[in-house]
């Protein structure tokens, strides 16, 4: 945070230069005009008895060396700066003595060529102020003294003017600090000013990181319309993925913009899903300033995420309690297992007692499957992220995939591009398509007698995703049971654990990738969504500034 703030003060410390030497070219500029002005009343013989001109010659000579001076310093203002200190203060003692020497050719105090002193001073004070421009204030006054103590003794003008050389001394005096003390409480003012535009400037920037960085969804609407800031979240839950530029409400998807007229006329907004690819989305809607509205703030959260993160508190609640009680019941249950083996053994049971044992063995094995399930969610560790080649990858998975209780499972593989690189974990992926393979082979198997399944791989573009979808055919899921098949613990089959499903798409999400389910005619389709790496640095703010 100290080199943020150094930062900041370097460019505020830059700025201020800036309108500094701006401020030397502007001044700059009115001393050539002056100077011109000088030259031309003097060598076009322009009638100049209101002056009140004593020597003409030393008029046009001081003119003259005025304006070359004047260049000279304009020239050196805009396209030599450096050392602003000289550039501002020795000009201006320059400026008082030219003035003088004009003044004194003018006849003195009368000409009245004296009140311009008061405009140098000034400007001194302006530009640089401190002492420095106090000292140019009193070295005019002194300077009109000697001047017109001069021109008294040399020209027997009357010493009665004192009382006018007097007063504008005070004058050129009083502006020098007067103009000192305002300049100096200016230029703080402009250091606070400075200071808070870039602190604000500083804030909004890390306003827009903030939002880019936001998972939940952010849309600014100006009052016509026009989208003020998007971030990348809210392009990802609208279906976009900066595929098209998004400038007002008709840029976004027909889905959304029912939301919002539902939420103009005042009806409810329900979740919906923006495309078949993005996920379910709620919308929660805030207007922007008071009395007529200026805008309109729309946030964005993924249903999935908000239903994911509810479990993940809910079984985290119990899930140091269930893995203990797994960890207790795996000895007793062992034992009971053990114990039925070693009955199934006699010889002298009956067929009744044969039934009964081998139900507690399945029965056994069902718990212990359970356990384990259970035991490998609240163990569960982060994915170890490879870049595979996936196509190879799922030839090689298929040939060593074996389930005993499925005789001769076939899986075909389809494709059209080969060259798909993922970034996974390999064996977290395995895993879920071992899941998913299990129920699909198994389903197929129950309906056709053929433990038949398709792998079928594709790309999108919007998203920009690899799918990988696992056909099966066996009679599909009930429509009241679909929103249920990813909770934990939901199964329709007494020897399942209900599990299967849950832990498939715990681990997609892991892998940041998504699954879901697609009913079709003639069995289940499940999809893996593995998005692609996104080769853009837009921070997804402001499609309008």
Not at 166 to 189: C, D, E, P, Q, Y
Not at 288 to 317: C, V
Not at 466 to 473: N, Y
Not at 517 to 527: A, E, K, L, V, W
Request: glycine share 6%; hydrophobic share 45%; proline share 3%.
């Amino acid at each position: 945070m100290t080199m943020v703030y150094l930062m900041d003060d370097a460019k505020i410390k830059n700025k201020m230069s800036q309108s500094l030497w701006q401020a030397l070219q502007l001044y700059s500029v009115y001393r050539v005009i002056l100077a011109i002005t000088f030259v031309v009343l003097a060598y076009l013989h322009i009638e100049l008895n209101f002056f009140g001109v004593v020597d003409e010659l030393l008029f046009q000579q001081a003119s003259a060396l005025y304006l070359f001076l004047s260049l000279s310093l304009l020239i050196l203002a805009f396209f030599f700066k450096h050392h602003f200190e000289w550039q501002s203060n020795i000009p201006i003692f320059a400026d008082i003595i030219v003035i003088l020497i004009l003044m004194h050719a003018s006849g003195g105090i009368i000409s009245g060529l004296g009140i311009l002193l008061v405009v140098v001073v000034a400007a001194h004070s302006l530009l640089v102020g401190g002492k420095l421009s106090l000292c140019s204030g009193a070295v005019a006054a002194i300077g009109l003294f000697i001047e017109h103590s001069y021109t008294v003794l040399s020209q027997n003008v009357a010493i009665n003017m004192y009382t006018q050389v007097g007063l504008l001394g005070i004058v050129t005096l009083t502006t020098s600090l007067v103009t000192n003390i305002l300049s100096a409480h200016a230029r703080k003012n402009q250091l606070i000013i400075e200071s808070q535009a870039q602190q604000l400037a500083t804030s909004q920037q890390l306003n827009a990181y903030i939002v880019s960085a936001m998972h939940a969804g952010v849309l600014v609407l100006d009052n016509l319309w026009q989208i003020r800031l998007i971030n990348a979240a809210a392009k990802r839950l609208l279906g976009n993925f900066n595929i098209k530029p998004l400038d007002n409400l008709d840029s976004l998807p027909q889905t959304f913009q029912q939301s919002v007229q539902d939420y103009l006329k005042g009806k409810s907004i329900v979740a919906q899903q923006m495309s078949p690819t993005s996920p379910e989305v709620r919308f929660t809607f805030h207007p922007l300033g008071q009395g007529l509205p200026s805008g309109t703030l729309i946030f964005l959260y993924d249903i999935a995420e908000e239903t994911r993160h509810a479990q993940d508190l809910k079984l985290a609640s119990l899930g140091h309690l269930t893995a203990n009680i797994a960890h207790e019941l795996r000895n007793p249950l062992g034992a009971a297992s053990h114990a039925t083996q070693l009955l199934a053994e006699t010889s002298n049971l009956s067929t009744e007692n044969t039934e009964l044992l081998t139900m507690i063995k399945q029965s056994c094995d069902r718990m212990n499957t359970v356990i384990k399930n259970v035991l490998s969610l609240s163990g569960r560790k982060a994915p170890q992220m490879q870049t595979i080649q996936l196509i190879p990858w799922l030839e090689q998975f298929i040939r060593e995939l074996v389930f005993p209780a499925l005789p001769t499972p076939r899986v075909k593989l389809e494709y059209v591009e080969r060259d798909i690189q993922v970034n996974v974990d390999p064996s977290q992926l395995a895993q879920i398509l071992i899941n998913l393979c299990e129920n699909g082979l198994r389903y197929s198997f129950k309906n056709t007698q053929q433990a038949t399944l398709i792998i079928r791989v594709q790309t999108t573009y919007n998203p920009n995703a690899i799918c990988v979808d696992i056909i099966d055919q066996g009679q599909g899921i009930p429509s009241d049971h679909v929103k249920h098949i990813f909770e934990p613990f939901f199964t329709t089959e007494n020897t399942g654990s209900g599990l299967g499903l849950y832990i498939a798409r715990e681990l997609s999400q892991m892998n940041g990738a998504r699954l879901d389910f697609y009913p079709i005619s003639n069995g289940c389709q499940f999809r893996i969504t593995l998005y692609q790496q996104e080769e853009s640095n837009d921070t997804a703010l402001g499609a309008r500034n």
